[in-house]
Structure formats: structure tokens, C-alpha cells
């Protein structure tokens, strides 16, 4: 089945303890991109990355990195969590050249929160 | 840059009645146009998109959209109302490789 993963799906974490999402993709997409859904604001765009080793910054990255060393892999770190990072994530991938026709596959998201 | 305005968080509606949820965009080039459905606890889903070609695009479930450029707007229709139908309701554009999306309406059907 074409899907995205994400793990976990649900994480409490204490402020400053690194942590790492996880996504997954096998769907041989070039395209993927991380979002945070919260509440009023809809989804906003944290990084995305064109292809292997290509990432590029959203338009709420701070606090965030992400790594491409492999096509079906797109991890989203976050090196020192604060409070302000609870939110819900989701992780999207698409065909290269084609995200704005093919529309986007989501993740099914993880809800972290941060205490 | 582009946008994206959903009027209405919340829109109520009778199980059989018709369905209109709306999505104005702006975009400095002409742009794609999505609507994505996410149920609770679940990732977002494409409903239907518009890209070129014909404006009223039909799409899953029902559901079927017209892409009114005078009016830069992309409502989001379905005839009859299910229960199943349910869920929160995302707009979206993307005229480059960004995606923007809407704050979302969140449909209530009401038996």
C-alpha cells in the first residue's frame, strides 16, 4: 500500500530533550515536506526538501532541522523542544515537479507535546 | 505570495441539505487549487483538485468544486449531506512549488 509513516504517533517530552519524528515514504517521491497543524492557523510549512540532500526552509522552521540522506526517509529534529512546539505534525510527499498538480500524500501525523 | 481565506470555522448543516464550504485564494500567477478532508485522528486526504482545464471538478465522496476565476474563489459543494461527510475541510493553493493552506472549516452534520 503507497503510504507515509510517521512514528510516533503520539509523544509527551520535556522541555530541552532532543527528539526525533520520523517519516517514511514508498512511493519513490522526491518531493516531501513537514507541516504543523494548530488550532486556527491551519498548516504551516516547516521545511521541505526537493530531493536527496536538497532541504530548504518553510515558513516556521526555527527550532526545527530535517536531514534527506535517503529518497524514502525525511526525519524532523528537534534539537531543544520548548512548550511552543506542542502542536500536531505532519509529514507529505509527492512526485517531483508535480506537488502542485498531484496534490500531496499525508502522513497520518503525530501529536507532541512539550512540558 | 499567495493566500488563502476559508469563511466560516465552523459550518453546520442538516444530514440530506446541501453542503457549501467556502475558499477564496489570491495569486499573483494562475494557480492549483486543492480541497483535502482530514477525519479525526487521521491525516489529511485529497478530496479534488483543479489544475487546468475544466472548472468544475468533481472529486471523491460526492464532492465537486468550481474554479471561478473573476471571483478567485473555489467552493467546495456536495448536493446532499451524509453523516459520514463529517470532518474538517482544508483549502489549498500552489502557483510554485509552495503549497498554502487555509485555516480550515470544520463541517457538522446534523441528523
Known amino acids: 500500500e503507497a503510504q507515509v509513516t510517521q512514528n510516533p504517533r503520539y509523544l509527551i517530552t520535556v522541555t530541552g530533550k532532543k527528539l526525533t519524528v520520523t517519516c517514511s515514504q514508498n512511493m519513490n517521491h522526491e518531493y516531501m515536506s513537514w507541516y504543523r497543524q494548530d488550532p486556527g492557523l491551519g498548516l504551516r510549512q516547516i521545511y521541505y526538501s526537493m530531493n536527496v540532500e536538497v532541504t530548504d526552509k518553510g515558513d516556521v522552521p526555527e527550532g526545527y532541522k530535517v536531514s534527506r540522506k535517503e529518497k524514502r526517509n525525511f526525519p524532523l529534529i528537534l534539537e531543544s523542544p520548548s512548550p511552543n512546539q506542542t502542536s500536531l505534525y505532519f509529514c507529505?510527499?509527492?512526485?517531483?515537479?508535480?506537488?502542485?498538480?498531484?496534490?500531496?500524500?499525508f502522513g497520518s501525523g503525530t501529536r507532541l507535546t512539550v512540558v | 505570495a499567495q493566500s488563502v481565506t476559508q469563511l466560516g470555522s465552523h459550518v453546520s448543516v442538516s444530514e440530506g441539505a446541501l453542503v457549501l464550504l467556502r475558499c477564496n485564494y489570491s495569486?499573483?500567477?494562475?494557480?492549483?487549487l486543492f480541497w483535502y478532508v482530514q477525519y479525526p485522528n487521521q491525516g489529511l486526504q485529497l478530496l479534488l483538485k483543479y489544475t487546468t482545464g475544466a472548472t468544475l471538478v468533481k472529486g471523491i465522496n460526492g464532492f465537486e468544486a468550481e474554479f471561478k476565476k473573476s471571483e478567485t474563489s473555489f467552493h467546495l459543494t456536495k448536493p446532499s449531506a451524509h453523516m459520514s461527510d463529517a470532518a474538517e475541510y482544508f483549502c489549498a493553493v500552489t502557483p510554485y512549488q509552495k503549497v498554502t493552506f487555509g485555516t480550515g472549516t470544520k463541517l457538522q452534520v446534523i441528523p
Open positions: 495569486s499573483s500567477v494562475p494557480p492549483y
Open positions: 507529505a510527499s509527492s512526485p517531483r515537479g508535480d506537488e502542485k498538480s498531484y496534490g500531496y500524500t
